[in-house]
């Protein structure tokens, strides 16, 4: 495998969860990413008020950019630090409510209403509790999931789209062999497998 020694790898939500609470987020960039800018006529494809979701979100700025010009976000993160520092950082007054079909999940709302972030893991959200969307932000999901979840991931992105949707991915391009991950390196050849 090109995947060198990262195919074994796995990080545990614990890890997660560690990263945020000493403060390691090197993966958050305080500027909207340049991608996002540059090919946001390709994620909205001249539509206006998407559902564009985030997986693995963190506290990604671009939430509030695509919010504030009228979409609605839905995004998902096991860190419920990052989550209120999200709301916080935007001076984004916000409610909190118990997710009922996922036991031990919160989704925080901002009080506009227009910003849903589900605290859990991203393998208990269905189209069933979140619906589909119209557009998805991946900047940082498919290269921090396990390698070994890589399908898993994928096809619950897959159910989680309309049909005429729009999917942005950002990966990283390195020689798996000298760094263990994450972000995991993923070969063009897997993105074209899982995705078609």
Do not use: C
């Given at each position: 495998s090109d995947?060198?020694?990262?195919?074994?790898?796995?990080?545990?939500?614990?890890?997660w969860l560690q990263k945020w609470e000493m403060g390691n987020i090197g993966f958050h960039k305080e500027q909207g990413h340049p991608l996002l800018q540059k090919y946001l006529d390709v994620l909205l494809n001249g539509r206006s008020g998407l559902r564009i979701f985030f997986p693995l979100c963190g506290k990604a700025v671009e939430m509030k950019w695509l919010a504030d010009m009228g979409h609605s976000i839905v995004g998902v993160e096991i860190s419920e630090q990052a989550v209120k520092e999200f709301f916080s950082e935007h001076s984004l007054p916000y409610c909190e409510e118990p997710v009922p079909e996922i036991s031990g999940a919160k989704m925080f709302q901002s009080t506009s209403g227009n910003i849903s972030l589900y605290c859990c893991s991203i393998y208990?959200?269905?189209?069933?509790?979140?619906?589909?969307?119209?557009?998805?932000?991946?900047?940082?999901?498919?290269?921090?999931?396990?390698?070994?979840?890589?399908?898993?991931?994928?096809?619950?992105?897959?159910?989680?789209?309309?049909?005429?949707?729009?999917?942005?991915?950002?990966?990283?391009?390195?020689d798996p062999n000298?760094?263990?991950?994450?972000?995991?390196?993923?070969?063009?050849?897997?993105?074209?497998s899982l995705f078609g």
């Open positions: 995947l060198g020694s990262q195919k074994e790898r796995v990080v545990t939500e614990e890890e208990d959200l269905s189209s069933s509790v979140v619906g589909k969307f119209d557009g998805v932000w991946d900047r940082g999901g498919l290269v921090a999931v396990n390698p070994r979840d890589r399908q898993r991931y994928a096809s619950l992105m897959i159910n989680l789209v309309e049909k005429n949707s729009s999917y942005l991915l950002v990966t990283v391009s390195y000298k760094h263990k991950g994450p972000p995991f390196y993923v070969p063009e050849s897997e993105i074209q």
